[in-house]
């Protein structure tokens, strides 16, 4: 069992940065991928990227790519997703999760443990 918790999230300029925290608990988080998704009000739940367990393979959404940036330090059971250069766009709740696969998977039905959110506001 892992249980996550985001933290980091507010209200920034467009053009501003954020860096979101997720906080796991239990032995498995630092043995599997994890991944961050987002939700904006009247849509459904995105990709946003994800991180192999050793940190070694990443992937991202292509309406992030270049702007943001995901990593994990395992030995703190921590993920972290540094977001630049914000848009308005970019408002939604963001999510952290975790899966038992080492594979870096995309979609939020491979993923097994979720945290509540964060909510992210950029203003333009």
């Known amino acids: 069992q892992v249980q996550l918790v985001e933290s980091g999230g507010g209200l920034v300029q467009a053009g501003g940065s954020l860096r979101l925290s997720c906080e796991a608990s239990g032995r498995t988080f630092s043995s599997y991928a994890m991944g961050w998704f987002r939700q904006a009000p009247g849509k459904e739940r995105e990709f946003v990227a994800a991180i192999s367990w050793s940190g070694g393979s990443t992937v991202y959404a292509d309406s992030v790519k270049g702007r943001f940036t995901i990593s994990r330090d395992n030995a703190k059971n921590r993920g972290y997703l540094q977001m630049n250069s914000l848009k308005p766009e970019d408002t939604a709740v963001y999510y952290c999760?975790?899966?038992?696969?080492?594979?870096?998977?995309?979609?939020?039905?491979?993923?097994?443990?979720w945290g509540q959110g964060t909510q992210v506001t950029v203003s333009s």
């Open positions: 999760a975790s899966t038992l696969t080492t594979a870096t998977p995309i979609q939020a039905r491979h993923y097994n443990y």
